[in-house]
Every structure is written in structure tokens, then in C-alpha cells.
């Protein structure tokens, strides 16, 4: 990049890097450090929530979906609007979480259930959520590798490292400089931040690409030209994805009305507001944040594919690609001695466009003995066969495709090394692309971008991560309290422990999966049952322990099996199943199961990849761990919990309104329906109301609705769909984007300088650490006024700490 590129990026990040530094004088406590002091308002919930959300490692996950299978899936997920809208305004399991004033996940889990539940779930929502994080550094820090065009080998003090070793290292170092600060509270504030210096950073970035392009010239139809079934854009033309489908989206659709607050990446945000209904606005203004974000994601992924597949771009392209390919193979087979002929094949075949005898024998051979390993599979007479071609003599053009004749000859020494090479050719071309796209300037600002969510995303990862080993673990298991500075000292410890696996994990680990399939699969170790217990624990007052216990063990199972079974099926697994004679049951079995679903359940017992993939393994485990906690939950529960007293609702409220009950009415049936109560205020109510038309006038109603049924009646060309993407995803978004950036830039400034008053006026109770006595907050020892408040006095009043302010504030 250019000098003016890297001002552009460096200038931002430490602006960022001053603020967080002066945010660390706000922390007080425990209780800052691990939610912030609970004072949060929605504009910075909602600013910092959507950087902290958004990294850029699901960024370029967005990208490789998109390349890989279009947008026209995506059309399917407005089946979801009326659901998901609702959930927000209602506030659906956030609203009852913040009242709960559980400063982790697990604080409630033991509330709900028991100490050894919250520390069983702690286990695997630490495993679980440590894995699927420990790879963002790696894909964020390759990001910045091909997009900035660095080397792949880096000498430093005459050693040699691979290049994105040293980037992970530089920026996990920052992000965990930041965590160290002040936990949430600088945490918040950075990617608060952040979010506000992106607003003009998008709005640049989205005016470039639609002054560089035509939509009817260029995009609109490089996005048509594509086979039947195939369709980047016409929802109804899909039916021969694999992947990226309708039951991607259907199951993903399920999966997270049940694990709406399951997964704790970000969980410190889902604490941190001043009152529950700060909580829940939050969300409902997330329904106008992203104007020009998600508008700049879809165009640049556009623009990358129009790149590489319009022929007005056909010489570029090719460069592109075989620069991708070098590189690519450079960075798999880095410090592999075992591949230096491999390596020096392929570049002279980029270089000449000529292929060598020896590279030519090496895929001849690869192919021949994956074909004869098709041919010999078994297969059911009653399915529909896939074809296999017999090896073809390779023709020595450099029109080939690169991918397929590197990961052949790739296969010749490892398979395995071959998986990560498609993985990371796939994940890197667009970044690659852009690169050649962008001019000087925007370069830099995309670059600055990118490093924003990087950055975002790791300080809230690690934050999230070493509190709950911290929290939900530890502090469990420990018969003493820690005093607030041990406390501290020990998250800081742990959250360090958390950035030095990510890294060591990031650099050895090989993806051969894509980057949303590897987020289900791991993500599936805690979310397979986690979503039954929550949601359970928070609306069902006859949910068990013993019920909890059983969808979570049924859940990560399936999810835990399935990763090893994806992971060791090309190497081990299947070479067993045929040299053992067990691959004619198995293949009988899993494709007779599949046979009723297909197009859209797809499973063949191949070779080259395991059959389910992992999207179809967490859709199993969700759907049997909810049918394992509402079973085990009947046959075991002796009498109703107390929810009023979790909740702090009734005679044990203790901050916020009391929300008055509403009877139905004709009158407020819509009000009820869409979450409005006595903690409304008139500019709340505007909020919900034009979410709610939005949503389901607009978005549902015009955009799914009418043109499903149009499309029923009279099914559109690829034209018009042209034109609806456009006006769907460039016209729409650039009005809201407009409106929404000066909106949330005003708000969320006046409401970040909210914040640090409120941080400096409040008051802290030391007793607020993430215990629980008796199904109680520690932190609410002062609030009890049941019966059972005698005894947690006791036992609280034992214990050899300061206490709690007489009139109880936090």
C-alpha cells in the first residue's frame, strides 16, 4: 500500500488507542471491569455492539458465502422478519436476562439451576467458544497479508516467520492491551469509537464503488451469467446449492430463535445497560444501524466477483488469480520442506503457462485413483447417482484453473494440506481482488476498516472468553471470596492465557471448511444444547436441573462427534470404513436418510469430504436437545421455580419501573404484541412503530410477500431480478444509510459522554462480584425480603469482606 494508506490506518487506530486510555480511569470494580457498572445506554450498546459483532473474520466469511453461492439465498431469510422483529420488540430473552442482573451467563445458570450446572456449562461454553474464536486472528491477520501485499515470509533478526504469525501477534497485542485497561468499560468505549469513525469511512468506500461501476453494464450482468439451479440472484434457482441453501437458511432460522441469547461472545453487552429496557432498545435500534455497512459488504463482494468473471476485466483477472494461486500455495506449504517440488512446479506452471511433465503426473495420478475410488463406492438403486467422469488426459494450457491443479498436486503429498489451500484460495480472493480495484486512499480506508473489526472483535472475544473461565468457573469452585484486586488480576491473567492459545491455535491449525460451516460446528459444542436450558431456565418455570444437564450432554455430543468425524474423515475414517467392508451399511444408511430431503439434504458417503455437513449437524443437535430438556424436565421437576425473585420483579425489584401488568384488550392487543408497556416513552413508541411497519410492511410484506406471489403467478428473468437486487440492496440501503449515519453519529456521541458520567457518578458495591448464594446474586444480599433472606444474610456476613452500601446501590 501507499504512504497515504498506511497514515489512513494508523491515524484512526490511535485515536482509538488514546481514548481507551483515558476511558480506564472509570474502572472502579469487578462490576466495571466485567459489564461496564451496568450504565450503558442504547446508542453505545447498539454503536459498539454492532463493531464488536461484526469482525472481520465474519466479514470475509460474508464474502466467500456470497462468492461461493450468490445472494438470491439470502431471499429466504425474510421468511424469519416477522419472527425476528417481534423477539426484538418484545425484548425476548434479553429483556428477562438484564433483569436477572447476571453479570455472566453462568451467574444465571447456577441461579436458575446449580453450581455444578454453571460450572459444567462453563467447561463447554469455554472449549466451544475459545476454539471458534481461535481462529479469527489467523483468517484477520491473512486478510491483511493479501490485501496489503505483504510477503508470506518475513526475516526478523536473521529468523524466518510467516508474515501473518507476526500480524496476529502485533494485533492480539493491542487487543489485549485494551481488555487490559479496563475490561468492558474500555472495551465499550474503543469499539464505540470505532463504530463512529466507520460511519464516513463506509460512506466513502460505497461512493467509490458506484462511481467506479455500471450496475447494468458490469455487475448486473457478470452476477446473471451463471448456470441453472445456480442463480446468484433469482431465489427460485437455487435448488442445485449444496451449502449455502434454502435449508441453511430454514434450520439457521430455527436454530437461532432457540439460541436467541446462547452464544457469549459479546456477553458483557447483554449486561451492561442501565436498566432492561435500555437493554431492549438497544436491539430495536439495531433495525436502522447498518445503512451503508451491510450495503459496502454487498457491494465490495459484487464488485470482487464482477472482477474476476466480466470479460471486461478477463486480463486482470487471470493475473489476479494466478497471483492468488502462488501466494496461496506459499503460505500452506511456508517452512514444508516435503513441498518444494510441489511449490516450484506450480510457479512454473503460472509463470510459462505451460505445465511440466512432473506436475502433469502428479494430478494424473491424484485424479485416477480418486475416480477409481468413486467408481468402487456402493450405491443404492433407488437414488439418484451422481456421475462420475473417467480421468481425462490433462491438457498443458494455462487456461486451466489454477485451484483444481494445485490441490491435486497438493494431494500428492498431503491431503490434507490440500483442504486448507481451497480453504484459504477461497477465503483470499476477494481481498486479493479488491486490492486491484481500490485506488490510493480508499485502499487505506478499507485497510483501516478491516483493522477496526479486527480489533473489535478480539478485545470482545477476549474479554467474554477469560470472564467466563474466570467467573463461571473459578470463582464457582473457590470456598473463599477474592478480594476485587485478586478478582481482577486473575481475569487479566486468564483473558492473556485466552490471546495465547488464539494464536498458537490460529498459526498450526488448517481450515478446510468454510468459515460459517466452521462457526456452526464449533459454535454446536455449546449452542447444540444451551439454547433449550436458557430459554427454559428464563420463560418455564418446571425446567430442571437434571433436564438442563441432559440437552446440554446431548448436544455437544452430536456437535463435538461430528468435528472430529469432518476432521478425520479423508485421513482416517472412510479409508477404514472401505478396507474394513463397513462403507456398503454406512452408505445404505446415511444416504436412505437423506433420500426424502434432497435437493436440500444432500448426503453422499464420498472420499473427499464427510457427508453432513456442519450446519445439518448443529440443526440435529439443537432439535434434540430441546426434545431432552422439555422430557427430562416433566419426569423431574417436584415443584415450580421462583421466577419473580430471579427476575427482581414484584416485591423483589430493585432498579427500573415497576412494569404494570396490561389486560387484554381490542384496544392494546398491537401494543402488547409488540412488547410496548407503562416504560415507553412518546419517542420509544415512534421507535417501535416504525420498526415494526418497516419491518413488516416493507421488508415481509412488499419484499417477500408480493413478489412471492408475483413470482408464483408470473415468474420474473433474470432482469428484473437484476433490477430488485439493486434497488434492494443500493437504492434502499443509501437512503437509510444517510438518514441512520448522522443519526447514531449524534446519539451515540451524546450518549457515549453519558457514559463516563454515569461511570464517574455511581456508586459500587464490592458484594457485586458474580457469586450466587442460595439461587441469589451475591450482589442482591441487601435487596432479599423473603424468607430466604436470613440466610444468605448468614451466610454472606460470614465471609471476611467489606459491605454493601446500606441503601443498596450499585
Not at 500480524?167 to 472495551?187: E, K, N, P, R, Y
Not at 478480594?483 to 488464539?502: D, E, G, Y
Not at 398491537?670 to 420509544?684: A, C
Request: aromatic share 14%; glycine share 8%; proline share 4%.
Amino acid at each position: 500500500m501507499h504512504l497515504v494508506d498506511w497514515l489512513i490506518v494508523c491515524v484512526p487506530l490511535l485515536i482509538v488507542i488514546v481514548i481507551g486510555l483515558k476511558a480506564q480511569g472509570y474502572v472502579k470494580g469487578v462490576a466495571d471491569f466485567l459489564s461496564a457498572g451496568r450504565v450503558a445506554g442504547r446508542y453505545v450498546l447498539c454503536v459498539a455492539g454492532a463493531e464488536a459483532n461484526m469482525g472481520l473474520i465474519s466479514l470475509v466469511a460474508l464474502w466467500e458465502s456470497y462468492y461461493s453461492s450468490g445472494f438470491a439465498y439470502n431471499y429466504w431469510n425474510s421468511i424469519a422478519t416477522p419472527i425476528s422483529i417481534c423477539l426484538a420488540l418484545t425484548g425476548y430473552c434479553i429483556y428477562r436476562f438484564r433483569e436477572t442482573r447476571a453479570m455472566t451467563m453462568g451467574q444465571f445458570l447456577e441461579m436458575r439451576y446449580s453450581k455444578s450446572f454453571r460450572v459444567f456449562a462453563a467447561i463447554l461454553q469455554s472449549i466451544s467458544g475459545i476454539i471458534n474464536y481461535a481462529l479469527f486472528p489467523a483468517v484477520g491477520a491473512r486478510f491483511i497479508v493479501y490485501y496489503c501485499d505483504l510477503p508470506v515470509i518475513m526475516s526478523v533478526g536473521g529468523f524466518e516467520f510467516q508474515t501473518f504469525g507476526l500480524i496476529m501477534l502485533a494485533f492480539l497485542s493491542v487487543a489485549v492491551f485494551i481488555v487490559m485497561l479496563g475490561g468492558q468499560v474500555t472495551t465499550m468505549v474503543t469499539d464505540c469509537v470505532q463504530g463512529l469513525l466507520s460511519y464516513p469511512m463506509y460512506l466513502i468506500v460505497v461512493g467509490y464503488i458506484i462511481y467506479r461501476f455500471s450496475w447494468s453494464g458490469e455487475m448486473g450482468p457478470a452476477l446473471m451469467d451463471r448456470p441453472p439451479g445456480k442463480s446468484m440472484l433469482n431465489p427460485f434457482d437455487i435448488h442445485h446449492l449444496r451449502d449455502f441453501n434454502l435449508f441453511f437458511v430454514l434450520s439457521g432460522i430455527f436454530a437461532n430463535i432457540i439460541n436467541r441469547l446462547s452464544w457469549q461472545g459479546a456477553q458483557a453487552y447483554n449486561t451492561a445497560a442501565a436498566t432492561p429496557h435500555e437493554q431492549k432498545m438497544g436491539q430495536v435500534l439495531g433495525a436502522w444501524r447498518a445503512g451503508f455497512s451491510n450495503m459496502m459488504y454487498v457491494l465490495l463482494a459484487v464488485s470482487a466477483y464482477m472482477f474476476l468473471n466480466h470479460g471486461n476485466f478477463a486480463p486482470q483477472a487471470a493475473q489476479v488469480r494466478s497471483e492468488l494461486a502462488v501466494k496461496a500455495m506459499a503460505d500452506v506449504t511456508a517452512q514444508d520442506s516435503r513441498f518444494d517440488g510441489v511449490r516450484e512446479e506450480i510457479s512454473q506452471y503460472v509463470t510459462t503457462g505451460h505445465m511440466s511433465r512432473e506436475l502433469a503426473t502428479r494430478v494424473e495420478n491424484v485424479r485416477a485413483q480418486r475416480a477409481a475410488e468413486k467408481a468402487a463406492a456402493p450405491s443404492k438403486s433407488n437414488r439418484p447417482v451422481k456421475k462420475i467422469d473417467p480421468p481425462q488426459p490433462l491438457k498443458s494450457e494455462a487456461s486451466e484453473s489454477f485451484l483444481p491443479i494445485a490441490k491435486d498436486a497438493l494431494s500428492s503429498v498431503d491431503k490434507g494440506k490440500a483442504q486448507v489451500f481451497g480453504t484459504i484460495f477461497t477465503q483470499m480472493r476477494v481481498p486479493i481482488a479488491l486490492r486491484t480495484i481500490l485506488p490510493i486512499g480508499i485502499t487505506g480506508i478499507l485497510c483501516a476498516l478491516g483493522i477496526f473489526l479486527l480489533v473489535s472483535t478480539d478485545t470482545t472475544y477476549l474479554h467474554s472468553w477469560g470472564s467466563i473461565v474466570v467467573q463461571d468457573f473459578v470463582l464457582p469452585l473457590r470456598k473463599k471470596p477474592f478480594t476485587p484486586r485478586q478478582q481482577l488480576n486473575l481475569l487479566r491473567a486468564v483473558i492473556c492465557f485466552v490471546a495465547v492459545f488464539a494464536f498458537f491455535f490460529s498459526y498450526f491449525f488448517g481450515q478446510i471448511d468454510y468459515i460459517l460451516m466452521f462457526f456452526a460446528i464449533t459454535g454446536a459444542i455449546w449452542l447444540g444444547g444451551a439454547g433449550s436450558c436458557i430459554v427454559g431456565g428464563l420463560y418455564w418455570k418446571r425446567g430442571t436441573t437434571a433436564g438442563a444437564f441432559s440437552a446440554l450432554i446431548v448436544g455437544s455430543s452430536i456437535a463435538f462427534g461430528g468435528m472430529l468425524l469432518q476432521n478425520y474423515w479423508v485421513s482416517s475414517i472412510y479409508p477404514w470404513l472401505v478396507s474394513s467392508g463397513y462403507l456398503d451399511g454406512v452408505c445404505h444408511v446415511v444416504e436412505g436418510i437423506s433420500d426424502p430431503f434432497r435437493p436440500y439434504v444432500d448426503w453422499y458417503v464420498e472420499g473427499d469430504k464427510f457427508p453432513i455437513n456442519s450446519q445439518e449437524l448443529y440443526f440435529i443437535a439443537v432439535v434434540l436437545s430441546v426434545m431432552t430438556y422439555v422430557v427430562v424436565s416433566l419426569l423431574t421437576c417436584r415443584e415450580p421455580f421462583n421466577m419473580d425473585r430471579m427476575l427482581h420483579r414484584g416485591k423483589y425489584r430493585v432498579e427500573g419501573k415497576q412494569i404494570e401488568k396490561m389486560v387484554w384488550t381490542p384496544t392494546n392487543v398491537f401494543k402488547k404484541l409488540i412488547g410496548i408497556n407503562n416504560e415507553y416513552t412518546k419517542g420509544d413508541r415512534i421507535l417501535a412503530y416504525s420498526v415494526f411497519i418497516w419491518s413488516f410492511g416493507y421488508a415481509f410484506g412488499v419484499c417477500f410477500v408480493g413478489t412471492l406471489i408475483w413470482n408464483s403467478i408470473s415468474p420474473w428473468p433474470a432482469e428484473w431480478w437484476s433490477t430488485w437486487f439493486f434497488i434492494q440492496n443500493l437504492i434502499v440501503p443509501s437512503i437509510i444509510g444517510i438518514v441512520s449515519t448522522v443519526w447514531f453519529t449524534i446519539g451515540g456521541t451524546i450518549d457515549l459522554k453519558r457514559l463516563f458520567k454515569r461511570l464517574g457518578e455511581s456508586e459500587r458495591n464490592v458484594l457485586d462480584d458474580g457469586r450466587v448464594i442460595g439461587h441469589v446474586s451475591s450482589g442482591d444480599k441487601a435487596a432479599l425480603v423473603d424468607e430466604q433472606a436470613t440466610t444468605a444474610d448468614k451466610l454472606v456476613n460470614e465471609e471476611p469482606q467489606p459491605q454493601a452500601p446500606a441503601d443498596g446501590k450499585q
